[in-house]
């Protein structure tokens, strides 16, 4: 992850927590945000415990892993969790409604430098660049828009 010192993931859940842990172990300070504290920080402490699981396995040294969960923090409140974040990769489930508001609060809040993806299915891939061109007007070139893999 060359060239990100700080990256923001808005959704803990699965995929988000996925690109949390890449993103930590690359040497990235990530803010792991969700609609509420209960959800980021639950997000965070699965994403612990599958480092923790690791480390038991053999896959990963403990000392990398600490390094790796110290560089993650959760997040609620997602101005704060973008403040100064190079990355923002929003990562909520595929509900429309839920994502055309989050890319009207990204638009309200993340840095004008900052490099906005988003991880979508297939099912809603056709939207989100015109929604969030549309949330970012003024900053559309940004937009990094990528179907995931599944």
């Given amino acids: 992850m060359d060239g990100f010192e700080r990256a923001a ?5 699965t995929m988000g927590r996925g690109i949390a842990r890449l993103l930590a172990g690359q040497g990235v300070a990530v803010s792991l945000c969700d609609r509420d504290e209960a ?8 994403l612990a415990e599958d480092v923790r699981s690791a480390v038991r396995r053999g896959e990963l040294p403990a000392d990398e892993a600490a390094r790796m969960l110290a560089r993650v923090r959760s997040a609620a409140d997602l101005a704060a969790a973008v403040d100064g974040a190079e990355l923002v990769v929003e990562a909520i489930p595929e509900v ?29 891939y ?3 660049a015109e929604a969030a061109r549309a949330a970012l007007s003024q900053r559309d070139e940004r937009l990094r828009s990528r179907e995931a893999a599944d």
């Fill in 9 to 13: 993931i808005v959704g803990a859940g």
């Fill in 96 to 124: 429309l409604e839920a994502k055309r508001e989050v890319w009207q609060r990204l638009a309200g809040c993340a840095g004008g430098e900052a490099v906005l993806t988003t991880k979508t299915g297939a099912g809603v």
């Fill in 126 to 128: 056709q939207w989100p």
């Fill in 39 to 46: 959800l980021a920080e639950a997000g965070r402490a699965t």
